[in-house]
């Protein structure tokens, strides 16, 4: 048996490196395309301040990236270190989509970028925008990649296991690509990451509208951020992801955790808006519910049930069963006693070793478990629901405020009055934050509501770990924390400073703080108050070292 | 499936080595113009010429290694598990050395201040110097084989410490490793800068050249007469259902030997790896730069090769229960998984080559502090 608190140590360090990471990966995936968007509109119509646009925003972009990248590479190389048996016992399956990743996305994304930003002034405008367009088609396939192996994770489909190699096998790359859990996943994350890009742009262009600076720039930045904004928080919450609750035990156990719901309960079913769920109790204290919703949410329909945590718990139990034999059996075969009663007895039971495996966590050799080590293994086939009851709702609230918030950006920004809506722009920069909550919320109902899994119904996260001791992952979970808390300030800390200073730090000349600089050094001190808006032409002592266009 | 399954093995094993030489000639080179920047430049305008010279490119080279992580681990599943595993405290001391790279490149010049830039030099230094160190010092270990071992259920344990991956013949490699990249990255600078900084570079390629030819010949030396290499006594059929538990494997002085002896072409590697090293040092002095780099790829490729061929099946061999070796035949994925991925790679790898070539193209020209001086905001 593993030692259990460095389980718990490499499970903590493998979600706080993983919901790091992903504080970098949504800005990137939405943020991208909306400079191929300002920069299309600079080569269609040639006018500069989308030119600029694309500029800076591609340098804050910049700053996200670099971060995105250094934090990609510890999810890489975490795998083998932290979960050695994991990635010996799928690798098979799981790591095909993350080399193809590599190959077909992350090469193309990473060998653009380079020029995105050096290359300006070497590239021809189409050029430049189709450099611009492959990184943001690169970003967008590697999400796909990783999202159809973690989709795997949670619904293992196209595989089976093979006693011979003692792990799982791919049987169909199809069925992998095609895992409609993957599928919504895909669409559900990176519209989530576009409503990112579209929230941080909106929310920094009405920081400068507040200021009452740089008000040509802000506006058009801000038209283009709500657009594609409405259009993607549309898309996260019409194509939400619970359409991917219908497949695989997992996923049900999930949907059932995140409603609370411990009994089933006939069609159609209520839907649980708040309570404080308890495992120990199997209940759910102060429960307010809505009739009919969860039903008409979770199936989309008002006459299919969804199935109670008690009820998963029992068929749970009957599986732990049937996989103390399946075990058995596999330790028969595994020893050479390979016959065809062996193999038939072993394939029968096959499908439920994962769950024989549960109990791992209590004794060496599942096939000898007591019935107090089953009971316990069934209390722990479900996760803790609490957690996942609330991280959900918070997401959907953010979900809700930024729906609200970008439909009425929408809407004034048509109406060309936005920048006298002080209040809204002020909700726009103080809700910056939003899409990370909801985002980093989302993952975590995604992976804490799989639990006890790594791979769902195959693999339990308890056995999945390298065997090291608790101090190796103590050493490098304080690692990853102060190096990790030092690239967060680091970070930050430019962000402020390039948010702040706005297109200026272009050193066009055009921009507010250069012209105020321009002014104070031709008027001497006590110049006239500064105009204010982007309409009064370019100073004269600002150098135009850049102007040529291509 | 077009290809057999023993087929397929042995195509992987060449892959790996395929992502291995074009992580070393491109990321590799990119490192050790990071290793070389504190010495080059001499003042911050240099030293952003240097960095300027990478800067375009340095972020998709780097992708050549995470795809090797990544095709190990789809290949080799064990592999991957076995080794990152096991070398745990090394993986991490890489990590956060490369760490450094990508916010260095980009942070670094973000800020005027001497002291913010300073750091980020150094940093660059550190993730290019450590991980070329680190992965040498891997391979070191490889050659020397690992103290792990594998349970009936195919767990694998690691029962050695990080000190002892410091052996003299790891550290040894290591210097091999750090050696050539620098050289690499110094012809690099040679070709893509002006003087002074050029005349600096030519004389750090030629003192690493040599340095590495030395340390070459002394770890083949070493290798001949004092590391005990490993040999499959039995095993089962070569296309057979990967599995590392039943084959026999033996402790053989003259071992990793074996394969030059019995297929004398293999010889072209250590070969290459001389010659080109030597013919580099050559053209670097010269003033051929563009030639330099390619004959130093091709020295590289031939070291890197020259350790493949003489472990040749092995991958990771076991020091302390020798016949849970991981080797080509045994340590694989299914033979659908390595079809799949050999078509993904035979796509995929030269489709990246080309567009690769059109970005070192649209940004080829030497790097100057004029340059630099006039795209003050977009430059790194």
């Known amino acids: 048996m593993l030692d259990s608190a460095m389980i718990e140590l490499s499970r903590w360090q493998f979600a706080s490196t993983a919901m790091y990471h992903f504080l970098f990966v949504p800005l990137t995936l939405g943020l991208v395309w909306i400079l191929v968007i300002m920069e299309s509109v600079y080569v269609m119509t040639g006018r500069e301040i989308y030119r600029d646009m694309t500029k800076f925003w591609g340098k804050l972009f910049g700053i996200n990236f670099a971060l995105g990248v250094t934090t990609g590479l510890t999810m890489e190389f975490q795998f083998g270190m932290n979960w050695s048996y994991y990635s010996h016992y799928v690798g098979d399956v799981f790591g095909a989509p ?120 802000a506006k058009r930045s801000f038209s283009v951020a709500v657009g594609f904004g409405l259009a993607s928080i549309l898309s996260v919450i019409l194509l939400g992801d619970e359409s991917g609750y219908e497949v695989g035990d997992v996923q049900k156990v999930k949907l059932a955790a995140i409603e609370a719901e411990w009994e089933t309960e006939s069609a159609p079913a209520a839907f649980t808006a708040f309570g404080f769920p308890s495992n120990e109790d199997e209940d759910t204290h102060m429960a307010v519910k809505i009739p009919f919703a969860l039903g008409l949410i979770a199936t989309r329909s008002l006459d299919e049930e969804v199935v109670g945590l008690k009820d998963l718990m029992r068929q749970h139990e009957v599986r732990i069963r049937s996989g103390m034999i399946a075990y058995d059996y596999l330790q028969r075969l595994r020893k050479g006693e390979d016959n065809d009663y062996n193999r038939g007895a072993f394939e029968e039971h096959m499908g439920d070793l994962g769950y024989g495996l549960l109990l791992k966590r209590y004794t060496e050799n599942p096939a000898e478990a007591t019935e107090e080590q089953i009971q316990m293994a069934v209390k722990d086939s479900i996760p803790q629901v609490a957690p996942v009851f609330w991280a959900f709702r918070i997401m959907v609230g953010a979900g809700i405020w930024m729906l609200l918030l970008l439909t009425l950006g929408f809407y004034y920004n048509a109406k060309r009055v936005v920048q006298n809506k002080p209040w809204l722009l002020r909700a726009f920069l103080y809700s910056i934050p939003v899409p990370w909550i909801a985002a980093e919320t989302g993952w975590f109902v995604a992976e804490f509501g799989r639990q006890p899994w790594a791979i769902g119904e195959v693999l339990p996260t308890s056995i999945a770990a390298s065997s090291l001791t608790a101090g190796d992952v103590m050493f490098s979970l304080g690692a990853f924390v102060v190096f990790y808390t030092a690239l967060f300030l680091i970070e930050m800390y430019l962000m ?53 266009g291509d | 499936m077009i290809f057999d399954f023993e087929t397929l093995k042995f195509l992987w094993w060449v892959l790996v080595g395929v992502l291995f030489i074009g992580f070393a000639v491109t990321d590799g080179m990119d490192m050790g113009v990071g ?5 080059l430049g001499k003042n911050d305008d240099e030293r952003r010429v240097i960095i300027n010279t990478v800067g375009p490119h340095w972020d998709g080279n780097q992708v050549w290694l995470i795809t090797a992580g990544g095709a190990i681990f789809a290949a080799w599943p064990l592999v991957y598990a076995a080794a990152f595993s096991g ?294």
């Open chain 2, 87 to 380: 070398f745990y405290f090394a993986m991490l001391l890489a990590l956060f050395a490369l760490f450094f790279r990508p916010v260095g490149f980009d942070y670094r010049s973000k800020i005027a201040d001497p002291r913010w830039r300073s750091f980020w030099d150094w940093g660059l230094f550190v993730g290019g110097a450590v991980p070329a160190l680190v992965f040498g010092i891997a391979f070191g270990n490889l050659l020397q084989g690992v103290p792990f071992h594998l349970d009936e259920f195919l767990r694998p344990y690691y029962t050695g410490s990080f000190f002892g991956l410091l052996n003299p013949f790891a550290l040894l490699a290591g210097l091999i490793s750090l050696g050539m990249l620098t050289m690499h990255g110094a012809i690099w600078l040679q070709l893509r800068t002006e003087d002074p900084i050029a005349t600096r570079a030519k004389q750090w390629a030629k003192v690493t050249g040599l340095f590495t030819i030395g340390a070459f010949a002394l770890a083949g030396i070493w290798v001949s007469i004092g590391i005990d290499g490993f040999r499959v006594v039995s095993m089962p059929e070569l296309g057979a259902t990967p599995n590392p538990l039943t084959k026999e494997v033996v402790i053989d002085p003259s071992a990793w030997l074996a394969n030059y002896r019995d297929y004398p072409v293999t010889l072209l590697f250590p070969i290459l790896g001389f010659a080109g090293l030597g013919g580099a040092v050559a053209l670097s002095l010269q003033g051929r730069a563009g030639l330099g780099l390619i004959v130093s790829g091709l020295g590289i490729t031939g070291i890197i090769m020259t350790a493949g061929a003489a472990m040749f099946p092995f991958i990771m061999p076991s020091s302390t229960m020798p016949s849970n070796s991981l080797i080509a035949w045994d340590a694989t994925s299914s033979h659908l998984t390595l079809t799949v991925m050999f078509w993904a790679a035979a796509i995929f790898i030269p489709i990246i080559l080309l567009y690769t070539t059109w970005t070192y193209r649209r940004m080829w020209r030497r790097v100057t502090v004029a340059e630099i001086k006039a795209q003050d905001s977009l430059a790194y």
């Open chain 2, 35 to 39: 290793t070389l920047l504190p010495f």
């Open chain 1, 98 to 217: 993350l080399a193809i990743e590599g190959l077909m996305a992350f090469f193309l994304e990473s060998t653009f970028i380079g020029l995105f930003f050096l290359g300006w002034e070497r590239l021809t405008k189409r050029q430049h925008l189709a450099v611009t367009f492959l990184m943001a088609i690169g970003s967008n396939l590697s999400a796909m990649w990783i999202l159809i192996a973690n989709g795997w994770m949670q619904n293992p489909v196209g595989s089976i296991f093979s006693f011979e190699t003692m792990r799982m096998e791919m049987t169909s790359f199809t069925e992998l690509l095609l895992n409609p859990v993957a599928q919504v996943k895909f669409v559900h994350t990176v519209a989530a990451g576009y409503v990112t890009g579209a929230m941080f742009v909106a929310g920094i262009s009405a920081y400068y509208m507040l200021k009452g600076r740089d008000m040509a720039f």
């Open chain 1, 496 to 548: 402020f400073k390039f948010g702040r200073m706005g297109p200026s730090s272009l050193h066009t000349g055009r921009y507010y703080h250069e012209k105020q600089a321009a002014k104070q050094a031709g008027h001497g001190a006590g110049a006239s108050p500064g105009a204010g808006s982007g309409a009064s032409p370019a100073p004269a002592t600002a150098p135009s070292k850049q102007e040529s």
